[in-house]
């Protein structure tokens, strides 16, 4: 079984300050990790994943997450925000193959202060 | 490159009734995820169609039900609607094997 934790349900920072979305997750096999972002009235737009090598990767519009197996977390960061990245954001988990889907967090929206 | 397509955008129905939901895949994808997103919450899976057969199934019950015809383009059914159904029903594609989900737009479905 697996299941995804996003701390926070609503997370708020300034214009050009740091971005840090948190997510922890629990699986019972080797995960792949994604990040998913979602504007209003729209779908899901994938922001980066982990399949496996590399734990620091890079995504679209600027963030980049960590994966850390001893702290089963992937944590979402980008270094200086900005008014576009308001938005509803989605950790998810899969087990590779996808026949079980994907296993989503509660979301976290962002908001930025200007 | 296409992208993933729903139709239609958004949908009324009335308790008891039933609804179809459609989805075109990536270009290239041959299997095909649904998902049910409530409103606040994250989506949930439903079931996955490869092969024109179901493969894989989330907590839903029988009324919800689905299709996949051979241009991997997708239905899904929703039997005797009751009022919490309503919600955005994302369509996910990808590749049979693959790890990585690419999502449509939604439908929203609003059951009275």
């Known amino acids: 079984a697996q299941s995804v934790t996003q701390l926070g349900s609503h997370v708020s920072v300034s214009e050009g300050a740091l971005v840090l979305l948190r997510c922890n997750y629990s699986?019972?096999?080797?995960?792949?990790l994604f990040w998913y972002v979602q504007y209003p009235n729209q779908g899901l737009q994938l922001l980066l994943k982990?399949?496996?090598?590399?734990?620091l990767v890079k995504g679209i519009n600027g963030f980049e997450a960590e994966f850390k197996k001893s702290e089963t977390s992937f944590h979402l960061t980008k270094p200086s925000a900005h008014m576009s990245d308001a938005a509803e954001y989605f950790c998810?988990?899969?087990?590779?193959?996808?026949?079980?889907?994907?296993?989503f967090g509660k979301g976290t929206h962002l908001i930025i202060q200007p | 490159e296409t992208g993933v397509t729903q139709s239609p955008t958004h949908l009324i129905k009335t308790r008891g009734q039933q609804v179809t939901l459609r989805c075109s895949s990536q270009?290239?994808?041959?299997?095909v995820s649904w998902y049910q997103q409530a409103l606040g919450q994250g989506p949930q899976f439903i079931f996955q169609?490869?092969?024109?057969?179901?493969?894989g199934r989330g907590n839903f019950p029988p009324r919800f039900s689905g299709l996949q015809f051979p241009n991997y383009s997708s239905e899904l059914n929703v039997n005797a609607l009751e009022l919490d159904d309503s919600a955005l029903y994302l369509c996910?594609?990808?590749?049979?094997?693959?790890?990585?989900?690419?999502f449509g737009p939604g439908t929203r479905l609003l059951v009275l």
């Open positions: 982990y399949t496996t090598g590399a734990t």
């Open positions: 996910a594609s990808s590749l049979w094997g693959g790890e990585t989900q690419y």
């Open positions: 270009s290239g994808h041959n299997t």
């Open positions: 169609y490869y092969r024109e057969e179901e493969n």
């Open positions: 699986s019972s096999v080797p995960p792949y």
């Open positions: 998810a988990v899969g087990s590779g193959g996808g026949a079980d889907g994907l296993t």
